[in-house]
């Protein structure tokens, strides 16, 4: 696949990053020559210095053959020009684009962006996305990352394995023998920097991450299991008043009415217009540093303080900070992809990475097949992905214990009608019926494989 990027920033990185490390044809341009530079000399990309929706540097990008083009540049108006001239002058045929600005979503406005006036394919909006991840997070807080399939009827979470997770070291099979009506099953275990898709004889160790993917009503019981029975934060500190923030504080004062929330902005004026647009949540204006504007704030009675802002080492200090005073809980938004291994030897519970979140969200549009989803995992060691099954299926028609999967790819759920099925041995896998596995990224083209169109078929 030949693909054009425009924008070379952290998230252009991490998707070029990914989609040439599966041999596909990327272009990427970029106003910066530093970053040109650089990415040209770390990956195996071909860079272009110049404006990203101007038609000449589309065109020596290699527009015209494209087979996708990603506009994720930090300009909203740049990335719809940018698709707007792959469509009109270059015949692209998938447009992506990273869309900011919430006026621009906003429902009344949807035909916006169609093929008769701005012709996007795909938005991405990176404040939407990481928001409900912190939301989904808030609302389980006993997993380390969460993400749902089959529109929302299957959960998959990571959940830490401590001293004191009551089922480290017994064996997969033996949790399908003493919890035999749990919709849950587990698909993935990262151990140290090792991530690996297990079999039914490995065990967890404590300190590891396993991933389940569960029916939505069993999370919490399947959590539960693993030692967390930790319940939804409804007194939270967010540290950051911008998209993301203000976002989260919105919803949750949709969402949980009876929720207390109070939002620390270091911004007078951003301090303003975020008191002035959300109705319960407190608004203190000042440094998420500053001890006292944290005891202000209430922090030791929080369940959770939720650092949001633009500065990494923000979050990270403002999370040391607030557990110090006595919050329960801290979630932190990380965009250096060295430090998230920081945050668990802090003290941090969790954190949150913008730009997995995005690179996932345009994965689901680069694999083939019938792929309705995919969630990448440790720094791109592997995919959680949700697919169609087709009449032409190699996985169709026999019991999962007779086919040949491939090492690396472990099925965890089947949403079939409304139905969540935790396979077994003898469990058929029927055409139309979603899939949600885990695949260990060089096992992810076999995937891609198992649901494509057969040319037989037609």
């Known amino acids: 696949m030949k693909v054009v990027i425009c924008g070379a920033g952290q998230v252009g990185f991490g998707i070029a990053e990914k989609l040439a490390a599966e041999n596909n044809d990327v272009s990427i341009i970029d106003r910066a020559p530093e970053l040109i530079q650089s990415i040209t000399e770390t990956l195996d990309v071909r860079g272009f210095v110049g ?16 087979d996708m083009l990603i506009a994720v540049t930090l300009h909203d108006e740049v990335n ?16 992506v684009a990273r869309i900011r600005a919430q006026s621009y979503l906003a429902p009344h406005w949807r035909d916006l962006f169609s093929r008769e006036h701005l012709p996007i394919d795909v938005i991405i909006s990176p404040e939407v996305e990481v928001g409900e991840m912190v939301l989904r997070r808030l609302a389980l807080p006993g997993a380390t990352d969460t993400v749902t399939f089959a529109d929302g009827q299957v959960v998959v979470a990571g959940v830490y394995c401590d001293e004191n997770c009551p089922i480290v070291d017994t064996p997969l099979r033996q949790l399908t023998e003493l919890f035999p009506d749990l919709k849950a099953l587990v698909i993935g275990i990262q151990r140290g920097e090792r991530f690996f898709v297990p079999d039914s004889s490995d065990s967890m160790l404590v300190g590891d991450v396993a991933y389940f993917a569960a029916d939505r009503d069993q999370v919490r019981r399947t959590l539960g299991i693993f030692g967390h029975e930790e319940a939804a934060a409804s007194r939270v500190v967010i540290v950051g008043g911008g998209n993301i923030g203000f976002y989260v504080a919105r919803e949750i004062e949709a969402r949980q009415r009876s929720a207390r929330v109070k939002v620390i902005e270091s911004s007078r004026k951003r301090a303003i217009e975020v008191a002035d647009d959300l109705r319960r949540t407190v608004v203190l204006h000042g440094s998420a540093l500053d001890e006292e504007l944290l005891r202000e704030a209430d922090v030791a009675d929080a369940d959770t ?25 801290s979630l932190c938004l990380i965009n250096n992809r060295g430090y998230p291994d920081l945050t668990r030897s802090l003290g941090i519970s969790a954190y949150v990475n913008p730009r997995q979140i995005t690179v996932s969200k345009v994965l689901q549009h680069v694999r083939r097949g019938r792929i309705r989803g995919v969630h990448s995992v440790q720094n791109g ?38 139905e969540v099925i935790i396979p077994r041995g003898d469990t058929y896998i029927q055409p139309h019926d979603r899939i949600v596995m885990a695949a260990m990224a060089d096992q992810v083209r076999k995937v891609e494989q198992m649901f494509r169109v057969s040319l037989e078929f037609f």
């Open 51 to 66: 404006h990203g929706a101007h038609p000449d540097t589309l065109a020596q990008a290699g527009a015209e053959q494209a």
């Open 305 to 329: 303080i939720v650092a949001l802002t633009n500065s990494d080492e923000v979050n990270i200090l403002a999370c040391v900070m607030g557990q110090k005073l006595g919050a329960g809980r």
């Open 80 to 95: 719809m020009i940018a698709c707007q001239v792959a469509h009109s002058l270059f015949n692209v045929p998938t447009k």
């Open 381 to 418: 060691a592997a995919e959680i992905i949700e697919a169609e099954a087709l009449e032409t299926s190699p996985l169709v028609g026999k019991p999962l214990r007779e086919l040949d999967l491939f090492d690396g790819i472990r099925i965890g759920a089947i949403y079939r009608g409304e």
